[in-house]
């Protein structure tokens, strides 16, 4: 579905000046779209971009299986370092992706989201040396994910939080809730107030 672009002073401009649905809710609700793979700087473009137009919130709607860990740190910088709150709304979060739902101010799950929490992979390639570098480049990761979970809200010791990632941890929507990742589950009313 596409719809017209409009001018400042409200009128349509030519018929071939035309937006698609992600273009348009990004514009009018200020809403960015991570879906997929987590991998392109496209969405931090996005942040600085609507944070240059105006303070009001910016909404993330997450649907992804996470991806690159590197990206999601610099995600995870931009969204600190804008002047724009961001709320976040999470519908399937996994890996790297769940670091982005935790760290919105205001932090929403759809009612049937599923999030999930696990130490970083990575690729040993290369020959003994380089396998101790990228060991030892997995092990910063590991407690930069730990450092961003606590100061996003987990309730929780550093070890506490190691244990529960060591393997797939999986979390139904009150059990994220629970653990800090995010606030509330999302309703027609929250949703209206994303859509205004």
Known sequence: MLYPRV????KLVADDQVVG???HLSRRNRIIFLSGQIGEAEVLNGFLALDSLSNEPIKLVITSGG??????????DTINLIRSPVWTFGRYCASAACLLLAVGQ????????????HLPSGQAMGDARDWEI???EMQKYKNKMVDVLIEC????ERES??????RD??????????YGLADKVMNKETMGEWLK
Do not use: C, N
């Not at 001018?7 to 409200?10: A, L």
């Not at 932090?107 to 599923?114: D, E, N």
């Not at 809200?153 to 929780?156: P, T």
């Not at 941890?169 to 629970?178: T, Y």
């Open 7 to 10: 001018t400042e002073k409200g």
């Open 21 to 23: 649905v992600r273009e």
């Open 67 to 76: 991806g690159d860990l590197d990206i999601a740190f610099l995600l995870y």
């Open 106 to 117: 205001k932090r929403y799950l759809s009612p049937h989201a599923k999030v999930m929490l």
């Open 134 to 136: 990228q060991h030892a």
């Open 153 to 156: 809200g987990v309730q929780k």
């Open 161 to 166: 939080i190691l244990k529960d990632i060591d």
């Open 169 to 178: 941890k999986w979390f139904e929507p009150e059990e994220a809730i629970a």
